[in-house]
């Protein structure tokens, strides 16, 4: 069997922080960047699904959307034990939205023909929760999003998924293959790179494509995007929380008066 | 193309909350945008929902009937495309729900529509302009939709008021759409998580703990200290997901939603699943290292500590 995973190396902002000039985007220099928290739980799902299929012939392929920075993510995934990688990038893509970049990978996929998709349910910095089923949606594959846990039925094709709800509800339901999982964390406990794969990690297939040699003409994507972002400000947090100061004790001290006046109240 | 549609949510017979919500943020956008509201109803008993999301200010309820006896997310994107091809509305509204995020990206992308998820404000100057939190809602960012007709919004559930339920008297109409052989999934069961030992949602004093105990070995600790002061332990995701806690004791949109007296949260950051579960509760103390944690945002006291360094402290005190 083939899975592609969709990845994305993710942006944290330093405590301290500047915009750009056009105050679209934060400045790179004081962004931290690491795969998406999601992405090695359905990478890890990936990787079981191979290996009990066992033998060969099976193969996990990571794709990402991104310029170099992205490549760190890709190559923690090869360490991990994905078998090859692509990446695409064009600098039309700079400042893709959550579709624009759904449709890119739907070109990668298509190229791919996969019996599986896994995506992430989302990434802790943009949080769409909407990249895997805008994808399923462009390539009119059959989708579940939000999976907790995943049985796969390897005769008929079939995978077996949980898909958790709200309130700690679970619906339990079959999807036959070809098809895309997003892919809930917690659903797997996923294993670390040893030192000697994430060496070997380099040796590795990693293709480098542009939006051409996909056969994907710009405007295609520019017409797929949903939205401009137009501005970025830090988010006005009302009153806010009263902070207390000083020591651990007097803050400790605090607390434990607050705690008794609300609960005797 | 002009109007608002917004499509409402039920689950298991229950209409969910989000749907008045939604009228709640349509009404706001309608008064600037003018056109129509109609709120749609997709499923197997549609009819029975039709006087309840007709709160006042929708002109209209429109009931589409499907095939399957529940949510199933290839049905409801195809129902959804078709209200939207029909109706020609220049604003559709959904919760940003599990359901949700199972298909209104799809319909997005087949039908090019202008799109943006889990929305927390939205406005109309020439079109739609929306905001949602960037790099984990540390930020807010603005967003327009250029060049579209029709633009597609999944709000965050719990940020407007739940419009008063059967409060109007908007007409119901059936939209008859071909929905047979639509679904692409097959439903097994509902499963319901186990409540466990303990019941966090009657709880008067939660302490609450996250990330930041950083190892499975800290947890019997705050444990002891939950005791000694009074407290029952509950926990934020990445607790469970890490198999140190059980579910039941999990905090937020996907485990509890809990509203004590005093919520006290000890290394956690506040993700919107977290916050969703717990941002009514009377009294929120939140303690966490990162000053820009979001948590502070719903807190009602806050402090930039280590939580180990405040835990020695009460322990201390609380003897």
Known sequence: ?????????????????????????????????????????????????????????????????????????????????????????????????????????????????????????????????????????????????????LEWDASGGVATVHRELEGGVIEVLRIHAPALLTIQTGINEPRYATLRAIKQAREKPLEVFGLDDLGLDPAVVQAAAGSRTVALATPDRGAGAEMLNGSPAAVAARIVEIVQERMSG | MSGVLVLAETRRGELRDVSLELVSAALEVKETAGGRLAVAVIGADAEKFAAGVAAEGVDEVLTVSAPTGQFEA?????????????????????????????????????????????????????????????????????????????????????????????????????????????????????????????????????????????????????????????????????IVDAGWMPSARQVGQSGKTVKPRVYLALGISGAVQHLAGMRTADTIIAVNTDPEAPIFGVAHYGAVADLFEVADELEQALG
């Open chain 1, 1 to 149: 069997m083939k899975i592609v995973v969709a990845v994305k190396q993710v942006a944290a902002l330093d405590e301290e922080f500047e915009l750009v000039e056009d105050g679209v985007g934060v400045d790179a220099d004081f962004l931290e960047w690491d795969l998406n928290e999601w992405d090695t739980f359905s990478l890890e799902a990936a990787l079981q699904l191979r290996d009990d299929a066992g033998g060969d012939g099976h193969e996990v392929v990571a794709v990402t959307v991104g310029d170099e920075e992205a490549e760190e993510g890709l190559l923690s995934c090869l360490a991990k034990g994905a078998d090859r990688a692509v990446r695409v990038w064009d600098e039309e893509l700079e400042g893709a939205d959550v579709l624009a970049v759904a449709r890119v990978l739907a070109a990668m996929v298509e190229r791919e023909s996969p019996d599986l998709v896994l995506c992430g349910v989302q990434s802790s910095d943009a949080v769409n929760g909407a990249t895997g089923t805008a994808l399923a949606g462009f390539l009119d594959l059959p989708r579940v999003a939000v999976v907790t846990a």
């Open chain 2, 74 to 238: 290839h049905v409801w994107q195809r129902a959804v495309q078709a209200l939207i091809e029909v109706e020609e509305p220049g604003l559709v509204l959904l919760g940003h729900t599990i359901d949700s995020i199972g298909f209104a990206p799809a319909v997005a992308a087949h039908l090019a529509l202008g799109f943006a998820s889990d929305v927390t404000a939205i406005s109309w100057a020439d079109g739609p302009r929306a905001r949602r939190g960037a790099y984990g809602d540390k930020l807010v960012a603005e967003l327009e939709f250029p060049g579209k007709e029709c633009t597609l919004l999944t709000v965050r559930p719990g940020i407007f008021p739940v419009a008063a339920a059967g409060s109007g008297s908007a007409p119901a109409r059936a939209v008859s759409i071909d929905l047979d052989g639509a679904a692409r999934t097959e439903h097994v069961e509902y499963l319901d998580v186990a409540a466990g030992d303990v019941d966090i949602t009657k709880a008067e004093f939660l302490l609450s703990i996250g990330r930041g105990i950083e190892d499975k070995d800290n947890i019997p600790r705050f444990e002891e200290l939950a005791e000694k002061f009074g407290a029952t332990l509950s926990v934020s995701r990445p």
